[in-house]
């Protein structure tokens, strides 16, 4: 009979776990799920796409190209003649003569008091020194001016986006390689104990190596905050509230020299572009300046319908319509002085910019070099830590060894086990700035 009971409890209980255990499953499962949908696992080329099609700045200046677009279609306009309406209704008061002076009453002199004018009005420019055409050309270089800008800001957010990729990525494999340091740091310890619980060990070197767990786990607490913080300025850009997760690709390019770089960066550069439609636009203020000399001839015209007909004498009041054409010249005698220091002003504008386009030069060349050099001195630096994770690898086990034999210290064993550490972070560090140089540049270059 107790037996019975025992065995019916039993099922019972067994029963209420499994219950337990799939509720448990459940709630896992659906946890996944959710944490699966916020996670976003994509490459740097979509991020880039993504972070284009969302950037406030791009925007901004592709706007920048339409209003300039517009602004080389308005001054196309201004070549188009003048033409306007004029209206007027006046009433006039009598006119008093003091015919004889003005202490004398005065004669009335009667005058026709409604007086109206309407008509049409025409000018069409036909020479004014070419100034219309040199302020589309203007317009013109503006426009290229903000396309040029418009392709900046792009390689801008491309650069950005790359550096908090390529850190967010950095993040990622510190995480992977603390963890993985972290286990087998907790296997190392249980050894300890294992020794010190029979007396092989002091408790000394079981502190020890929980303090340096700690410190362990305190650091993937701080790589965790990082990849949060890289996570949301991401975000940030493209538009997204997703946990970004970089997938792992090959990095595999062929960098340039120099001189290769710096010969097409020349002719590529934004920043050089830039300089260049500046002194463009300052060679083209001096043949404006130059233009104010030159006479402007204009065809004129207009037709006058009005009422009275004071044109003509005798005048009456009746109604008379009347057009006249003809052309209309202007020569700009006081611009031989006034306009003397305009032309000069432009040309010291032009010298400026000129030696500003040659400072932009100089400072690119040093910013690609240093760039080239940086890159070389990274391609070092991969190779050396490679070499220095199997030394590091190596010692550890030398060290790991010697220690459980009792002829190491534990200090030993954990300088070892952190320098091991030290080399793995170096490598990816060192990985993940080649790839940042590269980009910088395809940057300078314009090519990104």
Known sequence: MQRKIFIETKVIFITSMVKRMLTIGLLLSAISEVQASDTLRTSLEDIISKSLLNSKQIETSYLQIEESKLAVQQQRMEL????????????????????????????????????YD?????????????????????????????S??????????????????????????????????IIDQKAQLKEIKNLYTSGALLHSDVLRMELELSKRELLLVQIDHDIQAFNQRLNFIIGGDATIVPVPHDFIVKVDSY???????????????????????????????????????????????????????????SWYNLGIVGLKLKIPISAVYSNKNLVR????????????????????????????????????????????VGLAKENARIIKNRYFKSSALVTDLLDADMEHLKTLFELETAKIAIQKHYYFIEFLKGTI
């Open 80 to 115: 188009l003649p003048e033409i306007s309406l004029r209206g007027s209704a006046s009433y006039a008061t009598n006119m008093p003569v003091y015919d004889h002076g003005l202490f004398n009453k005065p004669s009335q002199h009667d005058v026709i008091h409604y007086l």
């Open 345 to 388: 002003i432009a040309k010291v504008a032009v010298d400026r910019e000129e030696v500003k386009h040659h400072l932009e030069e100089e400072h690119m060349q040093h910013q690609l070099l240093q760039a080239h050099l940086d890159y070389k001195l990274a391609c070092v630096q991969r190779d050396v830590c490679l070499k220095n």
């Open 148 to 181: 040029i800008a418009w392709a900046n800001d792009k390689a801008g957010i491309k650069l950005d986006v790359c550096n908090l990729f390529l850190d967010l990525e950095r993040s990622y494999m510190d995480k992977t390689l603390i963890e993985s340091d």
């Open 259 to 317: 001189d290769e770089s710096w010969a097409f960066a020349k002719h590529h550069a934004f920043v050089l572009q830039q300089s260049e439609q500046e002194v463009k636009i300052k060679q083209l203020a001096i043949k404006q300046s130059k233009a104010n000399y030159l006479p402007e001839l204009g065809l004129a015209g207009n037709f006058t319908f009005a009422n009275p007909q004071i044109f003509l004498y005798p005048y009456n009041d």
């Open 118 to 146: 309407t008509g049409v009005d025409f000018y069409l420019n036909l020479y004014n020194g070419h100034k219309d055409m040199m302020k589309i050309e203007s317009r013109k270089l503006e426009q290229v001016l903000a």
